[in-house]
């Protein structure tokens, strides 16, 4: 009987460290740690559009470090990559943050996000050719991230670098 349930034991244990494996960020709850840091990205947002530029700044800081963690497990995907660089300009690295971007581009040199988000950075690092040229890139989309940067570059529409 006590060898019956050592081996059960043994199973459940098994079972339980396989499914966290497979859990992309071996959470208990299952959420991957690309998608924890994506919530905690449209919360920062939110935090930005009120004003409250401090608790912004502690989620981004947060989503950068379950997207590098999430980047570390499953590397080279063109989200991740767009919102490490999204992260890391918003935490005032355009330096580190152009090198996601651009990298995300070798992968998927159409994605919508990492054409946005690096033409507004180019706009705040007064590269402003450079920006037109990610703006080409999604004038065919028909999409709203077309539109901002649009607006960015033509200088009707704000944004908080």
Do not use: W
């Amino acid at each position: 009987m006590k060898k019956n349930i050592y081996i059960l034991f043994f199973i459940v244990a098994f079972t339980n460290l396989s499914f966290s494996a497979a859990t992309d960020g071996g959470s208990t709850d299952g959420t991957s740690d690309y998608t924890k840091a994506h919530n905690l990205i449209k919360q920062a947002k939110k935090f930005e559009k009120k004003s409250k530029t401090e608790k912004a700044q502690k989620r981004y800081k947060k989503a950068q470090s379950l997207l590098l963690l999430s980047n570390k497990k499953k590397p080279l995907q063109a989200d991740t990559l767009n919102y490490l660089g999204f992260t890391t300009r918003k935490l005032g690295d355009f330096k580190k943050g152009e090198e996601f971007y651009l990298l995300g581009l070798q992968i998927d040199p159409t994605h919508k996000g990492i054409n946005e988000y690096l033409g507004e950075l180019y706009v705040a690092t007064n590269r402003i050719n450079l920006a037109k040229e990610r703006l080409e890139v999604l004038k065919s989309c028909n999409c709203e991230e077309y539109q901002e940067l649009k607006e960015i570059i033509e200088g009707t529409k704000k944004s908080k670098y």
